[in-house]
């Protein structure tokens, strides 16, 4: 079975454009994740969703970041426009159940370098 | 002071070596994640246990949720568990349960 599958795996871009990740979670799995993580600290969540739904969108900043999961299946994170400071490793998840028992299956991530 | 702390958060060990990586947590949890995490890569599983000991092949898990710590060890440790091993904890309350907090990692160096 395929993980969770996510692209690009890298991007470069210079600040002030935009720019777009996607993810496609595991088949059924209905709780869907969006973490930004830094180098040398752990991921930091931008946005949970439950189905469709987003349930937890409040570390996302709103200003310049926005997702969406249309049909509850796969989901795209944008930039627009990109900071110096948005360079990071942007992840994503999915699980089966969003609350006690539900383990973590994360994509192999997708690195942005804005310059 | 983080909700979650990792200790150490480098370190180094010979090949064949026994490891251990401690997690505190501060915060009301439903369940405690051991991911791995390699250079360049994504995350892996590795346990998640919300009492007890949990055993995978060369890895064991156990948490005390009276004490609110985990710890994570690796047997006959490799040059392949090199990696970064990172603590997470589901939380039990409010607006973020189901939500993830998560350590920032002990970087794990094997030498052969």
């Known amino acids: 079975e395929a993980g969770v599958v996510q692209s690009p795996r890298y991007k470069i871009i210079e600040k002030k454009q935009p720019v777009a990740f996607w993810c496609n979670p595991i088949s059924g799995h209905n709780t869907l994740y969006w973490y930004r993580q830094n180098l040398g600290q752990g991921p930091e969540l931008l946005i949970r969703y439950e189905n469709e739904e987003a349930v937890d969108d409040s570390q996302l900043p709103k200003d310049r970041f926005s997702a969406e999961r249309l049909k509850g299946v796969d989901s795209t994170l944008k930039i627009q426009p990109a900071e110096l400071g948005d360079s990071a490793v942007y992840l994503c998840a999915s699980s089966l159940r969003g609350k006690d028992t539900g383990e973590l299956f994360f994509g192999e991530g997708s690195r942005l370098t804005v310059l | 002071k983080n909700e979650v702390e990792q200790s150490p958060q480098n370190l180094t060990a010979q090949e064949g070596e026994f490891i251990t990586i401690n997690c505190s947590y501060s915060?009301?949890?439903?369940?405690l994640h051991w991911l791995q995490q390699h250079p360049g890569g994504g995350i892996v599983s590795l346990f998640m246990l919300s009492s007890g000991k949990k055993k995978h092949g060369r890895l064991i898990a156990t948490i005390n949720i009276q004490e609110k710590h985990s710890s994570l060890h690796i047997t006959a440790s490799h040059p392949r568990d090199s990696a970064v091993y990172i603590c997470a904890v589901r939380t039990n309350y409010g607006g973020s349960q189901g939500n993830l907090i998560f350590g920032k990692g002990t970087k794990l160096s094997v030498k052969p």
């Open positions: 915060v009301g949890i439903s369940a």
